[in-house]
């Protein structure tokens, strides 16, 4: 009797303590059924709105000037005197250089004598014929021979004239060759004149563009080699298609009053070739793919995530025009948006 005592004290111990543990996991399970059971995927947003959209392409060229020359003596002698310095503004006419022409000095005196001669022979002769006295063929010997002289002095002025070289147009004397007392030849040029306050630089582009660019159009000009960028126009468009390589020449004027710019200077050309108004343009990181090559973008609508299937146009640097799809003032999926799928709900993050 004693023995059945002391089994039960036990088990009534036992049955108390289980109950309490039911009561205890009971209140925890109110404190946390407030607690939501569904959590959406955090996200950032992107919104979008219409806004103007610029496309350009870019080509090289090169600076020129129609006044760059090279200048040529146009007869053999030698150097008597250099009037100019390399770098020295010059006017058009001015004499650059001065060669030796004793030669040809030696044979107008010569004819000048001869001539005054034959200036008065043939006055002597006019004035007896006048008062009908003499011969017609004396008349007309000393006539003929005077003339016959006037011309051959003119013609040997107009070459003395070859032995003093003179600037054809205003400029820098960028370059003397030869020095005083060396021989200038008509097969070597003497200097270089140029005038760089007029200058455009010209560029190949291909004839994909001929129907998008015209004359007018606003072109960015860098100059890579001094860190300089030109706002101009394009003054004109080639009329011929280069057949080795498709391309078709464009000539932009350019500003150069500060003279910075040289001939052969190499420059970028960046030529607006589309343009729209109000365009729906994003990031391209935030354009997906699926696996049939179809271009998507995901949508935050109702908290939700909604995959939009668009169509892309043009891009310029890191941002692309959705041409369909899309109406420009959704609200996108920026980052987090990998990681998603249609439905998914959403968690949006400043």
């Not at 870019?58 to 200048?71: C, K, R, S």
């Not at 250089?97 to 002597?124: G, P, Y």
């Not at 005083?180 to 140029?194: D, K, Q």
Request: proline share 4%; charged share 25%; hydrophobic share 40%.
């Amino acid at each position: 009797m004693r023995l059945s005592s002391l089994l039960i004290v036990p088990a009534f111990a036992l049955a108390s303590c289980g109950g309490g543990a039911t009561e205890e996991s009971e209140g925890v399970n109110d404190s946390t059924s407030v607690v939501p059971t569904e959590i959406g995927t955090a996200v950032t947003a992107y919104q979008l709105s219409p806004t103007t959209f610029n496309h350009f392409f870019t080509v090289q060229g090169v600076v020129e000037t129609d006044q760059n020359a090279l200048i040529y003596p146009e007869a053999p002698a030698r150097v008597t005197s250099i009037k100019v310095s390399e770098g020295d503004n010059v006017s058009k006419g001015q004499t650059i250089m001065t060669l030796d022409s004793r030669i040809i000095k030696n044979q107008v005196d010569e004819l000048k004598l001869r001539l005054s001669l034959a200036e008065t022979i043939f006055t002597k002769q006019k004035s007896l014929w006048d008062q009908e006295i003499g011969s017609e063929i004396q008349y007309l010997e000393a006539k003929n021979n005077f003339e016959s002289l006037q011309q051959n002095l003119e013609a040997v002025e107009a070459q003395r004239d070859l032995y003093t070289i003179k600037a054809p147009f205003a400029g820098i004397m960028d370059e003397i060759l030869p020095k005083e007392g060396e021989m200038a030849n008509p097969a070597m040029p003497i200097g270089r004149l140029v005038n760089t306050r007029n200058v455009y630089i010209k560029a190949d582009v291909t004839e994909r563009y001929l129907a998008v660019i015209k004359p007018g159009d606003e072109v960015e000009v860098t100059f890579p080699s001094l860190g300089v960028s030109r706002t101009s126009k394009i003054e004109r468009l080639g009329n011929y298609i280069n057949p080795a390589n498709r391309t078709f020449k464009v000539r932009i004027g350019l500003n150069n009053s500060d003279l910075s710019l040289k001939p052969n200077l190499l420059g970028e050309l960046k030529i607006k070739d589309y343009s729209s108004d109000s365009a729906a343009v994003i990031p391209t990181s935030l354009v997906q793919m699926s696996p049939t090559g179809d271009e998507f973008v995901f949508v935050i609508e109702d908290g939700k995530a909604l995959k939009v299937a668009i169509t892309t146009g043009m891009s310029q640097k890191d941002m692309i025009e959705v041409t369909s799809g899309l109406s420009g003032s959704e609200l996108l999926i920026q980052r987090g948006a990998r990681s998603i799928k249609d439905g998914d709900k959403l968690i949006v993050k400043s």
